[in-house]
């Protein structure tokens, strides 16, 4: 499902992984090119325990925005979870070997390319923020 997920994630938003992180080679983050914000990260043979999991097993993760809202809907504990390693209010994790469809994970990955798709979002280079001037 792994390499499905990047096939599909590659021909629809022109993203490809960036591995970042020498300690760990196998994991990359997946970026908006437009934003330049992280829509997903991919985390290879994560052991189930930093799930909360009682198994020995890893597995390949992907990390993606979600809405907090439908978040709390979708989050099992079996196929999806909390976010790993990111902030729990706004990321989920699932697990690529979980068994969910693949239809489902295309539908979370278009979510959250959409979650940081917009202008706003695009930080702004030119823009120096100063100090506010307090009143005595």
């Known amino acids: 499902m792994t390499q499905q997920i990047l096939e599909y994630i590659s021909k629809a938003y022109n993203a490809q992984p960036e591995y970042l992180w020498l300690s760990t080679p196998t994991n ?3 970026r908006n090119q ?3 914000k992280w829509f997903g ?3 290879g043979a994560l052991p189930l325990k ?4 009682n198994s020995e097993k890893k597995s390949d993760v992907l990390n993606l925005k979600c809405d907090p809202m439908l978040s709390f809907a979708l989050i099992d504990n079996k196929r999806i979870f909390q976010g790993y390693h990111m902030n729990k ?8 070997d979980s068994g969910i469809s693949f239809a489902e994970l295309k539908s979370l990955v278009d ?3 959409e979650l940081v798709n917009t202008k706003a979002s695009k930080p702004h280079k ?3 923020s100063t100090p506010k001037k307090i009143n005595k």
Request: no cysteine; aromatic share 8%; hydrophobic share 60%.
């Open 28 to 30: 990359a983050a997946l």
């Open 34 to 36: 437009a934003t330049g």
């Open 41 to 43: 990260v991919l985390l």
């Open 50 to 53: 930093k799930l909360g999991m």
């Open 89 to 96: 209010e706004h990321w989920i994790s699932i697990r690529l």
């Open 111 to 113: 979510m959250s390319f």
């Open 126 to 128: 030119s823009i120096k």
